[in-house]
């Protein structure tokens, strides 16, 4: 993959400044300056999902992120992204992105994030016993105290609340 270079690189650090300030509106009018020879550039693709993700344009999320982890398979976040963009386009849903994440689970046995929203998944689905599982498994590969924190807050996990600070 070819490296970018200024003024690619300033454009994109621009965009990703506007997205921190939450103004995704503006860093798409950034990314638009970027040389289109780098469109499909991992880098590019982050901050296209980021923006997508935060227009809601969750079809076009969920192809950005699917190209993302084609050009970047060992990118963890690019494959959390594409779940969280399945689950959230028209006609996607709770099981397709549980499948993206159980290949992730495959690739990346150690991330926290992934058994953390393969038990939101599994909450969201019922599967109460599997959701522990998975929880538990995020703790204790991860920050426990701030994925505790996370969790409580996390609608996805409502079911296990009462459960939660006894993990």
């Known amino acids: 993959m070819q490296r970018l270079e200024p003024p690619d690189t300033h454009f994109l650090s621009a965009a990703a ?9 503006e860093a798409g009018e950034e990314l638009k300056h970027v040389n289109p020879a780098f469109s499909s550039h991992p ?4 901050v296209r999902y ?17 190209a993302w982890t084609k050009t970047a398979p060992g990118e963890r976040g690019a494959w959390i992204a594409q779940a969280y ?9 709770i099981s397709p992105a549980k499948a993206i994440l159980a290949a992730a689970r495959q690739r990346f046995p150690n991330e926290p994030l992934i058994a953390y929203n393969l038990a939101c998944y599994e909450c969201q689905l019922g599967n ?16 426990a105290r701030q994925l505790k924190q996370m969790s409580l807050q996390d609608p996805d996990l409502e079911p296990l609340r009462p459960e939660i600070t006894q993990m």
């Open 43 to 46: 880098d590019v693709l982050a």
């Open 17 to 25: 400044g506007w997205l921190g300030l939450g103004n995704w509106q």
């Open 50 to 66: 980021e923006i997508l993700a935060k227009a809601g344009h969750w079809e076009l999320a969920a192809e950005t992120a699917s």
């Open 128 to 143: 109460l016993t599997q959701a522990r599982t998975w929880l538990r498994e995020a703790f204790k590969l991860g920050d």
């Open 85 to 93: 963009a399945a689950r959230r386009r028209p006609g996607g849903g």
